[in-house]
């Protein structure tokens, strides 16, 4: 539906389908993975749905609605120059940019590091807190050199400069993840100890403490900061890890369990691929995952939840 009236209206009628959507009873799956995919399917069809409400868009990205917000520089972030011509596109896609484009002027603080600000439009977001605890807590092999792979918004690579280790080398393979890392780290004050570079994992050379906190569930990507297809990530880092780090290294994965509780992997699953890497585990730290969503008893995943372990795991070469 092309909706030519009164923005705000067209947000009124975008929140009624949001509600009416929402009180539709959900099926819950008789095992946790039948709860996940039905959860993943309902999530679907509410983002088909909910995008079908259309609005237009000018040649300058301007809102030519009655009551319509600048959104120009919102787009520009997002869809990159203008080409010149006028478009449709979806009120909620809209809205979020919207919120996207105003999220990092907020900033999000994590433990021990500062204001570290993700970014909802390069599809670049923070670590949650526990692994940042767990970061600061651990035991430090060495504060000569470390490797964050995958840093996404580098706080795991400020935490380590905070710390006091030299030089930190962080790699993304995303471009987007890139340049928020860059900022973030200009932002802190640790130009000097963290260099960042596009890689896909790991870095060349070695180093004595190698860091990875790689996207926590296996199945079909709908956000590759969440998900690892076929665990590629995962087992990237951990069948590299061993021709990265120094001698006498540490490998630190830090990972929610939430998987396994939903029963997409095992703890044995992922013990076997540690073993199969040629590594061994000396230690590992726990703590309790603090999903925001874990209070509430309607969410479909929130048995899941409540029972999710985010674990440091201190790891070897054999």
Known sequence: MLWNGDLQNARQLLQAVTRRLERKPRKRGDTPLDAF????????QRARTLGMILIPLDATYTISLRRAPDVQQACIE???PSTGEASVVSLREVLGMIGAHEWPQEGRRDSGVGRAHPSALRRVFTVRGEYVDLGAQAPLPSLNKAFDV??????????LAKRGVKKIVATDQDPRALVCARENISRLGYDKQVEIERADLFPEGRAPLVVCNPPWLPASPIEYAIYDPESRMLLGFLNGLADHLSLGGEGWLIMSDFAAHLGLRT????LEAIEKAGLTVIGREDIRSRHPKSTDENDALHAARVAGVTSLWRLKAV
């Open 78 to 80: 997002t869809y990159g």
């Open 267 to 270: 703890r044995e699953w992922l």
């Open 150 to 159: 995958g840093t996404g918004t580098d706080v795991l690579s400020a935490l």
């Open 37 to 44: 995919n039905l959860h993943g399917q309902a999530q679907s």
